[in-house]
Nanobody, 115 residues
């Protein structure tokens, strides 16, 4: 059974930082491209950051220079380091694993940026 489990969300003040984790089970993690998405209330889900199986990364313009995606294949985990958080970063953040025509999603973790 495939499971993607996100953790690390919470409430943070503007300017603060959080590190999200997504632990994968049931897949050959090192072969999968991994993405972080977010969805704010009333808005469409958007791709925030991507890391390929080979370690190449891409970011949404809105988070470039503030967010960093990384992966640890030994731990079957992908991370999203989020710095200089702003209220507009408030959303449910979900990870996605894709390879071999398959797509798997985690249930998400809430990030709230507020003073």
């Amino acid at each position: 059974q495939v499971q993607l489990v996100e953790s690390g969300g919470g409430l943070v003040q503007p300017g603060g930082s959080l590190r999200l984790s997504c632990a994968a089970n049931g897949i050959a993690f090192r072969f999968y491209n991994m993405d972080w998405y977010r969805q704010a209330p009333g808005k469409q889900r958007e791709l925030v950051a991507h890391i390929s199986s080979g370690g190449n990364t891409n970011y949404a313009d809105s988070v470039k220079g503030r967010f960093t995606i990384s992966r640890d294949n030994a731990k079957n985990t992908v991370y999203l380091q989020m710095n200089s958080l702003q209220p507009e970063d408030t959303a449910v953040y979900s990870c996605n694993a894709g390879a071999f025509g398959d797509q798997y999603w985690g249930r998400g973790t809430q990030v709230t940026v507020s003073s």
